[in-house]
Every structure is written in C-alpha cells, then in structure tokens.
C-alpha cells in the first residue's frame, strides 16, 4: 500500500472552492481521476462542475450526470469524464458505461465512488466534502498515493 498525502482546506464559500477545483484542474492530466464524496448537497456537482468549466475548450453548460450517469466534455488536457454513479446498484455496470476504458486515457471526475466497487483505480485522489461551521463553507479532504499527489496537493493549498 503506498503512503497517501492529506491535504485539509477549509472554503469559506462557493467561489473559493470554485477557484481550488480550477487550481486542481490545471495539475490534471488524462489517466487521473478524482473520487467525489460527500453527503447529498455537500458540493460534489459544484466542485466538478467548477474544474471542468475551467478547462473546457469553448465554455458549456455543465449539468449533473445524476440521471445521465456520464457526462463527457473535450477540454485542453483532453477527454474529461464526470459521472455520478448515484443509481448504480451493481459494480458491473461500470464497465458498461466504459468508465473502466476512461480511467486510463481521460480526466475522470467520479461522485459517489463508493458504487465502483475495487473498480476504482489505485492512483486517484479522493476528495471528501463537508459542510462547514458557517453557511456555504466547506471542508475540502484530499488525499491521494504517491510522492506525485503529495507535490500537487501542497500547491492546492496555496490557492
């Protein structure tokens, strides 16, 4: 098991969690992915939403995948994923969707990624969000394996 780096940072609104998904989404690459989790309302969609807006190519309405399941943008660093995987009942149907496929070559943005199963891929970075102690504020957790996360993440907490 490699060691995983932990980053907390506290958002005392939505545009500053807007601008650390954007400080997060400038470090991305195709074949990483971010895990989503949070209770219902907490900012999953918000946060994903805000990442992917700040790559995009030509701006775009970016709605919740929650009845689509995958939602899927072209961006400067390429492909971008973002699927909420609220309604799965079975790991199966993941690849079904061919997310396992865009887990090596796209962005992967996944909420409630507790339905992958051991679908999920090693080296992504989780991300819980939790509500604050004040309205709209929220406490953002990363962590992720590996030396390379540990770098990245101790930029994120600059922004």
């Given at each position: 098991m490699q060691d995983r780096a932990t980053t907390t940072i506290f958002s005392d609104g939505p545009d500053r969690t807007c601008a650390i998904a954007a400080r997060l989404g400038?470090?991305?690459?195709p074949g990483d992915t971010v895990l989503l989790t949070g209770d219902i309302g907490a900012g999953k969609t918000h946060f994903a939403r805000c990442l992917i807006q700040s790559l995009l190519?030509?701006?775009?309405?970016?709605?919740?995948?929650?009845?689509?399941?995958?939602?899927?943008?072209?961006?400067?660093?390429?492909a971008i994923w973002h699927a909420d995987l609220y309604r799965l009942t079975d790991p199966n149907d993941v690849s079904e969707l061919g997310l396992?496929?865009?887990?090596?070559?796209?962005i992967c943005l996944v909420e409630w990624p507790d339905r992958l199963g051991d679908l999920a891929p090693e080296n992504a970075l989780s991300l819980e969000i939790t509500n604050g102690p004040i309205a709209d504020a929220r406490i953002l957790t990363f962590r992720g394996p590996g030396e390379t996360w540990a770098q990245k993440l101790a930029e994120i907490e600059h922004v």
């Amino acid at each position: 098991m490699q060691d995983r780096a932990t980053t907390t940072i506290f958002s005392d609104g939505p545009d500053r969690t807007c601008a650390i998904a954007a400080r997060l989404g400038a470090m991305l690459s195709p074949g990483d992915t971010v895990l989503l989790t949070g209770d219902i309302g907490a900012g999953k969609t918000h946060f994903a939403r805000c990442l992917i807006q700040s790559l995009l190519l030509l701006p775009e309405d970016v709605p919740s995948p929650t009845f689509t399941l995958v939602q899927t943008y072209e961006a400067r660093p390429g492909a971008i994923w973002h699927a909420d995987l609220y309604r799965l009942t079975d790991p199966n149907d993941v690849s079904e969707l061919g997310l396992t496929e865009a887990f090596e070559g796209a962005i992967c943005l996944v909420e409630w990624p507790d339905r992958l199963g051991d679908l999920a891929p090693e080296n992504a970075l989780s991300l819980e969000i939790t509500n604050g102690p004040i309205a709209d504020a929220r406490i953002l957790t990363f962590r992720g394996p590996g030396e390379t996360w540990a770098q990245k993440l101790a930029e994120i907490e600059h922004v």
